[in-house]
Structure formats: C-alpha cells, structure tokens
C-alpha cells in the first residue's frame, strides 16, 4: 500500500512538475528522464554481467536514424521512434555477435572498440551523416495541433515515454527472462548445464536495451535539433557508467537513484567547469573502491541494520 | 602505390608496430598478473609524452635523459594506480576496470589544467634529417623507436625469464595462489607490474611526443587501439601482443596510406571482430577471456 502511495505522489509530482519550475530546469527535467531510459536499459545488459560500452553509441544509432527521416524524409514522430528503436536493436544484434563468444575484459572492451566502429561511420561518411561536425536542422515534433518545440508539451510527451519504457523494463526485470539473465551472471556454466541457450539471452538482452537507449536517442534528436558523433563517445559512456555505478545495479531502482544524485551533483558543480571531470572521476573510484553495490547496497545495509536492532530489541523484551 | 610509397609504408608500418608493442606488452604483463585491464593506459603514454614536454622542450633537459626519466615518472603514477585502484577492488572484474575509467578523467583534467587544453604544445624535433632506406626517407626522429623498442622488450624479456623477481612475476600470472604458497608477495608483485606497465606506456609516449601533437586527450586514440591488440594477442600473452602489435601497425599504416585514418581504425576494429569470432583467445592466448 505504501508502495502505491509513493508511487502515486511521484507520479503527481512529475505531472505537476512544469508548473512550478522555471523553464531552464523543464529543460533539464526533460533530460533527466531520457538519461532515465538510458540508465534503466543499461542495467538490462548489466544483469547477465555483460556491461556494454558502447551503449550510449545505440542512443546514438536512434538519434541518427532520427534525424535522417525526419529531415531527409520528413517522417512524423511515430515513424521516427519505432524505426529509430528497430534501427537500434538491429545494430545492437550486428554488435553483439562477435562479442557472444568473449565474457569480462574481452567484452568490455571489444564492445568499446565495436562502438567506437560504429561511430566512426559517423565521422567518415559526410554524406549523409554529417561527418564530425555531426547533423542539424532536426525537425522537433508535431502532433495533430501540438506543436512540440515548446518545452513543456515536450515534457509531458518524454514524461509518457519515460514511465511506458521504465514499465516494460520492470517487467523484463521481473519476467523469467530477467531472471534468466540473473542467473548467467550468478553462474554461466551452470546455467548451460540446466538448459539454458546463454548466447541467445545475452544476445537478446543487448538487442533489446539497444532499442530502449535507441528511443532515448530519438527524444533527444527531436529536442537537441543537432547531432554530432561525440555526442556519443567514451566520455558520455564514462558518464552512464558514473550515473549507474552510483546508483547500483542490485535493484531496479539503483540506476534511476543514480542518474537524480549524479545529475543534482552536476548541477552543482556548474561553476567548477573544467574540474568536473576530476570530481566525477574521484566519485568513480571512490564508489567502487569503498561501495561496489552503489547507493542502492547503502539502503539495504542500512535496512538490514535497522532490522537487526529491531530484531534485538524484541528478544531483550 | 609505387615502389618508393610501398617501401615507405613498410618501414612507417615498422614504426607504428613498435610503438603499438611498447603500449601494448605493459598492457598484456599487467593483465596477465592482475586479471585487470587499464582503461588509464591511454592516459600513462599522455603523461610519459607530458614528462618529455616538461622537462626537453620547457627545461631543456637533453632529449634521451627527458625519455629515460619519463619510466620512473609513470611507473609511480602506475604503482599509485595499483595501490588506490586495483587492491581495494582485487577479485572484482568490473569495479577495477571502471575505476580506472575515473583515473583516466583525473588525469586529463590535472594535465589540462596545469599546461592548458587548447593550443597543441609541440615539442621540437631534437633529430633533424632523415636516413635513406631503399629509397625510402625515415626521419632519424621516428627510427629510434625502432631500437627503443628493441632494447624495451629484450630487458623485459631477459627480467622475466633470467632474473628471480621476473621469475616471481611469471610465477604470479601463472597461479596467483600457488605463486603465494612458495612465498611470493602478491602486492609487491602486483605493484611492479603496475610499474612496468606504466612506465612501458610513459616511454612510448616519451618517444612519440615530439611526432604526435601533445594534448590532454592523446590518450583516447592509443587506448583504442592497444585494447584491440590485446585482444587479437591474447589478454595476457606478451608474444602474442607484440605479434598484433606489428599486424595493426601495417593494418594501419597500409589503409591510412591507401585511404584514410579513420577507415584506418575501422579496420583495425573489423580485424578484431574477425579475430574474436574466429578464435575468441586471440592469436596466442590460451585463456577465453
């Protein structure tokens, strides 16, 4: 019930959200969730152990797919985020392949090393790409007479996108599949050994957090207007990897909690510019040197001791 | 491609492959010892390139003392490493790797804030002409790698092999438990390692900085490259590094000559995938990654 209740308030909290902030920070709301979407999807991949670095060049394979029918096409919105999704998980299959037979270091860093492929493609090929300095003049959205270049109907479109993707990735999370992906990252051997096809489900579980970083991808385009390839390099993928190890991978909630800590972090940090890569960088290791398990670990460690002296408490009585 | 361009690009190919190997054997005895890849690799060989700016071309050190002194220097940035990074996180794959990542971020920042981001520093040429090879122009500047790489590789190779710390080593990548059974200090070794890895990696940078453009970010492109030639030698074989080290240096010169860079890494890349599809272990590796 009181999940409910929490859920209830966040949600009114969101939908209410635009009215009670400035515009600047509708902006910042809006990507804040796309960089939900992304977060979540990562944690798909992470759960078979697998985590891709190259994730964020699949946001980047929705946002190109984007802006290539919207602005050489002009196909509606619609078109746009199903096919940029489709493009991205078709790509994600391409990726995954030659990675299916590496695990650890070999996947970690083969996927780097794929990825960067796939973005070179982007800075080689200047037609119709765009070359390095990337695409502009992204048409953003319209809908029957909404027109989406303001930021607060824009809002409330990614808000609708975000809860429908974080939902059928709780779902994935819950179902046998996630499960399934749980149990190859807990033993890979033994796995096989009950009959489990280990290639296929890792192979599925990138193709499918591919489409969701690709639908990120198409929010962003539509809302940035311009694309270019470093959008979508290893610095942007050493943030995801920031926002999630923060956060923690042990839940579902994890990544999100770590995505609003990292980014109120950020914007925090505003006025220290160039210096914020060294405290990002400094909070990296920090978490993973003295809590693996991310923010996430810290409230269950937190619970479980509250529990225990509970538990005492009752037994001095 | 005519005959004087083909000789050219052999022997530019000679070149990038010793350098490849330099950057990439470090990478290859640290895996090999720790299990743990070095996302801050990239970053050692912007720091050893950094020590020859710093100390030739602003202190006007002699340019072979600049480059010699560039091993110690990022040996202890990789002993630091290995202290504050890898022990905390030993016999977690995942957390040592992405914290390196972060290594990578401070380094850069520090670098850029302390010399500036935006101009390229060059550092001049301290060897200027050039030697004639079959018809081919080299500049004296790039063949000193060559011998560079030779003297490198054959001291590691005679440490590892003649001497009882480098036996030690070997005995840790091998087994680390059986290694510590026979009395083997495990963090010692691992901190060496560390060591030569960095210190490998700041020397290659050393030599390369007066033909590169010296910038806070020259680590993005060798790191790229390094982790696929780990990968097509096999994680943590050293032969096997220095074999692909050579294959990605003519890979890379021959399509860079015939097309472009950028095509240049994508084939390196597409070589990879090739090579992981059809033997997962790498070239010489005998352990699946």
New interface residues.
Partial sequence: MIRYLTALAVLAGFAIMPEVIGEYYVEIMILFMINLILASSFRLITTCGDWSLSHVVFMGVGAYATALLAKFLGWPFWGTVLLGGMASAVVGLAVVFPLLRTKGFGFFIGSFALGEFVRLIWVKFHFPFGGPRGMIGIPSIELSDIDFYEATPYYYLVLLFTIGCLAVLYRIDLSRTGRVLKAIYADEDLSKCIGINVARYRAMAFSVSAFFAGIAGVLLAHRLGAIDPKNFDVNTMVYLVIWVVVGGVGSFWGPLIGVAVMMLVGEAARPLAEWRPLLFGGILIAFLTLLPGGLDSLMSKVRELLDRRTADGTKEN | MDWPTFIQSISNAVILGSIYAIVAVGLALA?GVM???NFAHGEFFMAGAYVVYVLYALGGMPFPAAVISAFPIVAALGMVTER??FR??RG????????T??????L???V??VWG?GLMRSVPTPYMGAASILGAQMSWQRLIILPSTLVMVGGLWFFLHNMKLGKALRACAQDVEAASLQGININKITALSMAISGGFAGVAGALMAPINAVTPYMG?SII?TA??V??VGG?ASIEGSILAAFILGFIHTFVTTLF?A??A??AG??F???I??VK?TGLLGRV??
């Fill in positions: 895996f299990q743990m890849a504050f990074v905390p996180t977690n794959v995942l957390a040592g790797f992405m914290a990542a972060g290594v990578a971020f401070i850069q920042v520090i850029g804030q981001v993005h790229v982790f696929i780990v990968i994680m472009d950028v095509l890494t994508m890349v597409a990879m995938a090739i992981l599809v997962p699946r990654m």
